[in-house]
């Protein structure tokens, strides 16, 4: 009874120290010295997480990173990071994940965390790798037959130049005016909503819900393909996805430079995505009728031992008939906000804190509510993402008999274990924040070095680079001897807080000290 008590307790004192309270320890062999040491590694250093201290210092970065970009007055000079260390370290943390996976399946245990950890470290690495870059993510597409799918709307199109940054205006004093855009957009109706849920949830179109969750990101791709073409310039911008209360996500983005309001709807009211993946009209397996996995064949229909098609014979199927509607298509709804916004201005400040706000409350949240209303409306849209194919790997296209992309044994429609079908995403599986490449001259990664060198600067201490190859990082399981437990490990983070806090204290003391001196010395 004591100890969880105890450890509630500890818990507190390190949220209070702004100490992460989920560290995941790390053994790092230092190779010129030979020391092996056991490394309490924040959780919020490798994946997004919710552990609350984290998750704050991962919305001040995120803060830093949106006021660098947004009213940027030079051209940022791009740094290719093809040794990026995070990536790096993202990849051997991949590496002794997928060891812990076949190490456990090995004895028998259950190894679904394992799996999705690994599903959302390949997130995490590509996304790395693009600098969180939505539009980045096009490698591996097919490049066959698809001129329907770029149909672009009808919209005036500049002549491209090749900056990023906004026009200014000169105001009649001289002044130089650097405006910018606040803009936010929405999914349209599924139906009428109050508080939070549907007024009648019969009428409500959650199937209609569930696929544009699915596909959000790729229709913010095309917004952004359409603002460039229109606005002429490569235009920069810092995007959170956030969910509405009626469980929808939608988007608030910070765009760099200015664009006339008119130009803007239009953008918003002619982008869409038509999602061009397998009719799912027709269900062909279901219950106990599902198909069968051959050795060397792949999925076959249980009754006429049939190969059901794989996912690229199902798509050459698809390029093939010119009868073939999409799957889905996804546009905005009429409610958006569009606002202008000036460098160095309190509604810029504002905006910025907004953005980042709710960046930990996740889509599914509405499922823990005492509302009984919103609660149910959750678990109907949950239920609609169920049998929804969230990607090519899915395994609930067996169900519609396609063989899912990269097909495997033990797969069932209704078991996918994608993000997109968790009760805490609710559909949207992608990256909460969108940066683009040009937003500013950093990475994520980039600024928590800054960061870093701003504490060590301050205590005196040289930030020397370290060369990444200089440390092997492993992991340590739980029971390792060496592993203090997780009580103790807390309070020797929270005293090293302490420390280091009181330090800065008596520095900050001292400068104050040598200030006010300074200052009664010019009195005197
Ligand atoms: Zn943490
Ligand atoms: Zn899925």
Request: hydrophobic content about 35%.
């Amino acid at each position: 009874m004591a100890q969880p008590l105890a450890r509630d307790v500890v818990e507190e004192i390190a949220k209070q120290y702004g100490v992460c309270i989920r560290p995941v320890p790390l053994r790092r062999q230092d190779i010129v010295t030979g020391q092996v040491e056991v490394i309490d590694v924040p959780c919020g250093a490798t994946l997004e997480s919710k552990c609350p201290p984290c998750a704050k210092r991962n919305r001040q970065l995120r803060r830093a990173q949106c006021r660098e970009g947004w009213h940027l007055d030079h051209e940022p000079v791009n740094i290719p990071d093809n040794a990026d260390d995070y990536q790096r370290h993202l990849v051997e943390l991949r590496a002794d994940v997928q060891a812990w996976r076949d190490e456990t399946e090995k004895a028998g245990g259950d190894t679904t965390d394992l799996d999705a950890a690994i599903v959302e470290l390949d997130e995490e690495i590509n996304a790395a790798g693009m600098r969180g870059n939505v539009l980045g993510r096009t490698s591996g597409k097919r490049s066959r037959s698809t001129k329907r799918r770029q149909d672009a709307p009808d919209l005036p199109k500049r002549q491209m130049t090749k900056t990023t940054l906004g026009r200014t205006f000169t105001g009649s004093d001289g002044k130089v005016y650097r405006p910018s855009m606040f803009v936010t957009l929405t999914l349209p109706s599924y139906g009428r909503v109050l508080e939070g849920a549907p007024l009648n949830p019969d009428a409500y179109d959650y199937g209609r819900a569930a696929r544009d969750a699915l596909h959000f990101s790729k229709l913010v791709d095309r917004f952004v393909q359409n603002l460039r073409r229109v606005a002429g310039y490569d235009v920069q911008y810092f995007a959170t996805v956030e969910p509405q209360k009626r469980l929808a996500p939608h988007l608030h983005m910070a765009i760099r430079g200015t664009l006339p309001r008119t130009e803007l709807r239009q953008i918003i009211a002619a982008t869409y995505h038509q999602v061009w993946w397998p009719s799912t009209d027709e269900v062909r397996f279901e219950g106990e009728h599902l198909p069968v996995w051959e050795d060397g064949a792949g999925y076959l229909d249980p009754t006429t031992g049939e190969v059901l098609p794989t996912w690229e014979q199902a798509l050459d199927a698809l390029d093939q008939d010119d009868e073939a509607e999409p799957l889905h298509v996804l546009r905005f709804g009429d409610q958006m906000d569009v606002k202008g916004v000036l460098a160095g201005t309190p509604d810029a400040d504002q905006l910025i804190g907004y953005l980042s706000k709710y960046l930990t409350k996740s889509l599914g949240d509405a499922l823990g509510t005492d509302d009984p209303r919103r609660k149910a409306h959750a678990e109907r849209l949950l239920d609609a993402l169920r049998f929804e194919p969230c990607s090519p790997t899915c395994p609930n296209w067996l169900r519609y008999g396609v063989q899912p992309k990269g097909a495997k044994p033990g797969m069932a429609p209704g078991r996918c274990k994608g993000k997109a079908h968790k009760p805490d995403h609710l559909g949207y599986a992608g990256r909460r924040v969108l940066v683009s490449r040009k937003w500013s001259n950093k990475t994520l990664t980039e600024h928590k070095q800054d960061r870093r060198t701003w504490v060590l600067e301050a205590l005196g201490v040289e930030d020397k680079p370290v060369d990444p190859h200089r440390y092997i990082w492993r992991p340590v399981k739980p029971g390792d001897p060496e592993l203090a437990p997780i009580g103790v490990r807390l309070l020797r983070s929270v005293h090293e807080r302490q420390r280091w806090r009181n330090h800065l204290d008596r520095l900050q003391a001292e400068a104050d000290g040598q200030d006010l001196s300074a200052t009664e010395g010019r009195a005197a």
